[in-house]
């Protein structure tokens, strides 16, 4: 939708990234569909909101933080 589903492809293009990856779904059989493809220890994930803070976002970047192994306090 608009601005929100752009950004990804912009960094996509900036970064010359070739594999990259949106998530934009809460539903728990694509979530664990994506989660099968990555390297979690080497994958950078990027949490934004056109909205701000939602759950929906926070409980994403909450359950790859601590799936990637990583405990405590985030930047």
Known sequence: MGGSSLAPEVLRRTFRAEAFHVLDTTHPEAIRRLEAELELDRTLFVASSKSGSTL??????????HRGGRKGERS
């Open 56 to 65: 929906e976002t926070r409980s994403h970047l909450d359950y790859f933080w």
